[in-house]
């Protein structure tokens, strides 16, 4: 048996996993993130005692995925935005349960779990694109998961493709969560009802949402529409750009705008076809991941299990 | 013993090459690119059967380097635009010779070359990015040569970056090649004489190079500064783009531009340390390669005998 937590900025959800990688119980608590690591630590302890005491199997590891960077031998957290953590010795403060313990970047254990259950079962080299509030991501490259040199693994979303009218919040211009992720629709229909006099439905709506736009992009509504097309072309420009760097395999597309299914994936096919000069060298599959918000829980598991192994 | 071959357009260059990766002996042929494969095929068996007779050692394995992709077992080359070659069974031509045949791509097994005995040395992490008629490169992850699902490998220099006044050859606008290669920068100087007024020594050439841009940036040249500048600063951005979605430890830059040295190697450090946002975290270092031309030899023979050990 394993355990698998996903420490996020509001819960740290917790989960019992066996060796298949299915998960068997599930138990969440707030995070409070705004108060000392030795007390969310002391939390995390708490709940490993509590999951571990649940079963009458023995756990072989407990992961960890954490939305920030980790050392090479998954024991300190260099730094994590939302917890306000920097250099936390994550690890040492859980020894006394005498476990094996590993930690690591939450959205690699996602894709890590989406390729050993999931989505990127099958393929040697499969990446997952998670576009959310922001767009990231996780890469299997043979079999492996790349954790890079210094534990930043892939910020995907961070790679420059164009030129935005807004910067994105790292400092730069033109990073591909500017223009593939939710919050970067929500802007670019923002932008058009502001400066334009183009007819809208959205017009009508007190705060526009990702899902809005894309549902009436389906209507043919005119700011819809114009800003579901630029989405598409800019998220097949990324996914282009990590095709002619990585060649994989298979491309898994996960978060809240993932919820688009086929009408996303066969309008995104055409055009990463049109704009990928290698096409007919490449069957790549595009497709959408399986596990939603359990991958967190499963792929800290499988990775801690994998690592010990 | 290993034999190395560096199946260009214009040369076939094959070499011996002993295990530590040194090179003994080296030999060059025409390639005569327009002739039928089968010719060329014939005149590369007799390379291999001539270096295997000049050695009193047993040659364990030849490594092939061609200028194309390459599939998955590394018999056959799946396109080669240089040699006018599609689908050309290469290992099935050579399979006479009774020795073990690798083939992949040039810049790869470049790469690898560097890794096991260049600039990319010591690193798990390591990428190679090569600065000449257009950008190329390879990756080293975890240890290992990334060939890609599709015997792609990386095709870093077609990552769109930003928007340019010309079009790439591949058919896209943006490609990092196209403000990044010595082509690029030969462009953009060309171009800044024919739209602008600005005083350059560049003007009195009958065709300027990317050396002479280089050169006359040292000297204050206006267009040659500005020219310059725009190369870092777009060269800058295309390593950032390496840096966030893989992290590497190192990057080694070749190919004729590199020639620059640490004239191109200070300014470019500070412009991809003002660029990079995870640069606190990164200690990601850059510097020339080593190998120079001998880098495709050497790295056909290392990865065949890596390929068969």
Same mark, same amino acid.
């Given at each position: 048996?394993?355990?698998?937590?996903?420490l996020? /900025?509001?819960?740290?959800?917790?989960?019992?996993?066996?060796?298949?990688?299915?998960?068997?119980?599930?138990?969440?608590?707030?995070?409070?993130?705004?108060?000392?690591?030795?007390?969310?630590?002391?939390?995390?302890?708490?709940?490993?005692?509590?999951?571990?005491?649940?079963?009458?199997?023995?756990?072989?590891?407990?992961?960890?995925?954490?939305?920030?960077?980790?050392?090479?031998d998954?024991?300190?957290?260099?730094?994590?935005?939302?917890?306000?953590?920097?250099h936390?010795?994550?690890?040492?403060?859980?020894?006394?349960?005498?476990?094996?313990?590993?930690?690591?970047n939450?959205a690699n254990?996602?894709?890590?779990?989406e390729?050993?259950? /999931?989505?990127?079962?099958?393929?040697?080299?499969?990446?997952m694109?998670?576009?959310?509030t922001?767009?990231?991501?996780g890469?299997i490259?043979?079999d492996?998961?790349?954790?890079?040199?210094? /534990?930043? /693994?892939?910020?995907?979303?961070?790679?420059?493709?164009?030129?935005?009218?807004?910067?994105?919040?790292?400092?730069?211009?033109?990073?591909?969560?500017?223009f593939?992720?939710?919050?970067?629709?929500?802007?670019?229909?923002?932008?058009?009802?502001e400066?334009?006099?183009?007819?809208?439905?959205?017009?009508?709506?007190?705060?526009?949402?990702?899902?809005?736009?894309?549902?009436l992009?389906?209507?043919?509504?005119?700011?819809?529409?114009?800003?579901?097309?630029?989405?598409?072309?800019?998220?097949?420009?990324?996914i282009?750009?990590?095709?002619?760097?990585?060649?994989?395999?298979r491309?898994?597309?996960?978060?809240?705008?993932?919820?688009?299914?086929?009408?996303?994936?066969e309008?995104?096919?055409?055009?990463?076809?049109?704009?990928?000069?290698?096409?007919?060298?490449?069957?790549?599959?595009?497709?959408?991941?399986?596990?939603?918000?359990?991958?967190?829980?499963?792929?800290?598991a499988l990775?801690?299990?994998?690592?010990?192994?």
């Amino acid at each position: 048996m394993l355990i698998g937590i996903d420490l996020g /900025g509001t819960n740290i959800a917790a989960g019992l996993v066996n060796d298949e990688g299915e998960l068997i119980f599930k138990k969440s608590i707030p995070t409070m993130a705004d108060r000392p690591a030795e007390e969310l630590i002391k939390d995390i302890y708490m709940l490993i005692d509590e999951l571990r005491n649940s079963t009458d199997q023995e756990v072989e590891a407990v992961g960890i995925g954490i939305p920030g960077l980790v050392n090479k031998d998954m024991s300190v957290v260099l730094t994590c935005a939302n917890l306000h953590w920097n250099h936390v010795r994550l690890m040492d403060g859980l020894k006394n349960l005498g476990l094996p313990i590993a930690i690591d970047n939450d959205a690699n254990v996602a894709a890590y779990a989406e390729y050993k259950i /999931g989505s990127l079962k099958g393929v040697a080299n499969g990446i997952m694109v998670t576009l959310g509030t922001g767009v990231g991501g996780g890469i299997i490259i043979d079999d492996r998961e790349v954790r890079g040199g210094h /534990g930043i /693994g892939t910020e995907l979303g961070h790679m420059i493709i164009g030129d935005n009218f807004y910067d994105c919040n790292c400092g730069s211009n033109g990073c591909f969560e500017t223009f593939a992720s939710a919050t970067a629709i929500i802007k670019y229909a923002e932008h058009l009802v502001e400066t334009t006099e183009l007819p809208s439905k959205l017009r009508e709506l007190d705060k526009i949402t990702a899902k809005d736009v894309i549902d009436l992009s389906k209507e043919e509504d005119v700011i819809a529409c114009e800003t579901y097309e630029r989405f598409i072309k800019y998220l097949a420009r990324g996914i282009v750009n990590v095709l002619v760097l990585l060649d994989p395999e298979r491309i898994a597309l996960g978060g809240g705008v993932s919820g688009a299914g086929d009408y996303l994936l066969e309008r995104l096919k055409k055009e990463v076809d049109k704009q990928y000069f290698l096409s007919e060298f490449s069957d790549v599959e595009l497709v959408i991941s399986e596990l939603g918000n359990d991958a967190g829980i499963i792929g800290a598991a499988l990775v801690a299990k994998d690592h010990y192994n």
